[in-house]
């Protein structure tokens, strides 16, 4: 059995972490359902499923790609993470009622998109994906 690499486990964890957060936030979404309508909370719960739901779907999808070596992974995870960024920003300036933090979000989107980006041009990923497409 061979070993997976390291940048391919901190990538098998960032998307592991993702899948966990949108997890935890749908169980306590449907727990709190009756409390967010009460307190009217803007975006609805619905919206909250929705979007955790299918981050979470996609974070699978990306989880079994890693796993099974699939070589067009890398480029799904670009354009997940630019489409989640970009989800992030469009909800949070035009679905929110108070914008109220502007720093650390840009600065975590940026590290964000840097580390994966980082351990996507790593040649290790890169050969990581590769073997599997030469034995298809």
Avoid: C
Wanted: no cysteine; proline share 4%; aromatic share 18%.
């Amino acid at each position: 059995m061979k070993r997976t690499l390291t940048p391919v486990t901190f990538l098998m964890i960032i998307v592991l972490f993702s899948m966990l957060y949108n997890g935890i936030r749908i169980y306590s979404i449907l727990s709190y359902w009756e409390t967010l309508t009460n307190y009217d909370s803007h975006p609805e719960p619905l919206y909250m499923v929705i979007s955790s739901g299918f981050w979470f779907v996609i974070g699978m999808l990306l989880m079994i790609g890693i796993i099974r070596r699939f070589s067009r992974t890398p480029f799904f995870i670009y354009i997940s993470v630019i489409a989640g960024i970009s989800w992030f920003w469009i909800d949070r300036i035009f679905l929110q009622k108070r914008f109220t933090a502007f720093l650390f979000p840009t600065i975590e989107s940026l590290l964000t998109l840097s580390i994966i980006f980082l351990i996507l041009i790593n040649q290790d990923t890169k050969n990581y994906f590769r073997e599997q497409a030469r034995h298809d």
